[in-house]
């Protein structure tokens, strides 16, 4: 049902590090990474509210803020999914917590029409 891929076989930082200062070629390891932050208020139920989601991948940043989607997070944070996917192909995301990826999980598995969803 799910791609599965077998991480074991993946090189360390440092491998890739040193691999960049080994060759000269225009691969660059910083190239490869995008790192991902979270904003969230915990309201009185317990719940939380994304009110901001940002993303950096060593050359360009983007910045959602939930005022510019009349305080809807859900599309703040789909539109932040799609962007982050369609301008970072080929790269890993590194998010600030673990439970950043998580808050915004739900938005992620929505995406409507997206590709790599399209059999499950």
Known sequence: MFDTYDISNLPSLDELKNKNKEDNTNWKFQDLIVTADLES???KDGTNSVYMAAWYNGKIFKVYDITYYNMDS??????????LIKKNEGQFVYFHTGYDSILSLSALVNLPNF???GHL
């Open 41 to 43: 208020l915990v309201n």
């Open 74 to 83: 859900n599309k703040m944070l789909s539109d932040f999914w799609f962007d």
């Open 115 to 117: 590709p790599f969803l």
